[in-house]
């Protein structure tokens, strides 16, 4: 199959992710088109594609611009093709349900914003990227590893991302369609 990756990222996460969802195809005999989103639009075909698979992380609570503006703008062709959502965010580390239902609520509210409602949503567990903040990024987000209960160290990056279960995750979606 021919599969579209399309993806929106701050800090880079969601690129690493999006770059072993399509090794994990591409080694399963598919051909993969990998898109950053806001970089590269022009001229894009969705209608080459049998299947797609759309990622973001969240930021303050929010999707990027770029994936809103793509989800809303090709809604229409994506809505008659298998999607899957990739959601990339560190809330979804804690495993509390609070934590979980709020992911599902703002996921929900960005299918309703645009118009695109994907077969299968994954949430996935992205990364504290202590190396690219900026000082008050950095305070910012040792905030928040504290209110996580989470031991970080503000010179080191730290990875949350289960590979294992997104391998599954992506190779599964790929078999149901
Ligand atoms: C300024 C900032 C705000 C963030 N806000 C949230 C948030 O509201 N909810 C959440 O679960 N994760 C939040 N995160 C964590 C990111 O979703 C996580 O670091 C992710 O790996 C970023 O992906 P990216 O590198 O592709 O941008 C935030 C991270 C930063 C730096």
Known sequence: MKILIAYATTEG???KICRFCA?????????????NLGDDEDGLDLSRFDAAILAASLHLGAYQVAIENFAENHSTTL???PTMFLSVSLAVASGEADDLNELEEIAQRFFENTGWHPARVEHVAG????TQYDFF???????VAAKQGQKVDPNKDREYTDWDALHRAVLDFAQSV
């Open 13 to 15: 996460q969601t690129r």
């Open 127 to 130: 990364a504290f990227r202590f």
């Open 137 to 143: 990024r950095s305070l910012a987000m040792r905030w």
């Open 23 to 35: 090794d994990a195809l591409i080694d399963n005999g598919h051909s993969v088109e990998l898109l």
């Open 79 to 81: 809505e008659n093709i």
